[in-house]
């Protein structure tokens, strides 16, 4: 008896090379943009991305004895130093702090 043969992982990633949704033309049947009613995506858990960063002991020491002494968590604190560092180079403040997950 043969085993099926397993699926290939590459067929779930989009490769560089392959055009985008925006560059295929339109047909005739779909509306002009501005015309059409979509609802803007509702971020959602595959929204959230990880972020890892290594520090030495010192600095952790220090952020972590900051977060305490202003009574909040270390990632709120961390976040809080990421919107810090977009304002500086003139971006919009745009990192937030992960939800817990309701199960």
């Known amino acids: 008896m043969v085993a099926p043969k397993r699926p290939n992982l590459m067929g779930l990633v989009e490769g560089k090379n392959r055009t985008s949704e925006a560059d295929e033309p339109r047909s005739e049947t779909?509306?002009?943009?501005?015309?059409?009613?979509?609802?803007?995506?509702?971020?959602?858990?595959?929204?959230?991305?990880?972020?890892?960063?290594?520090?030495?002991?010192?600095?952790?020491?220090?952020?972590?004895?900051?977060?305490?002494?202003?009574?909040?968590?270390?990632?709120?604190?961390?976040?809080?130093?990421?919107?810090?560092?977009?304002?500086?180079?003139r971006k919009p403040p745009v990192v937030e702090r992960r939800q817990p997950v309701k199960k």
């Open 30 to 89: 779909e509306a002009e943009p501005g015309t059409s009613q979509v609802e803007p995506p509702v971020a959602g858990p595959s929204d959230l991305k990880t972020m890892q960063v290594r520090v030495n002991r010192n600095g952790w020491l220090e952020m972590s004895r900051l977060a305490q002494d202003r009574d909040m968590p270390l990632e709120t604190l961390m976040v809080e130093a990421f919107n810090d560092v977009l304002l500086k180079h």
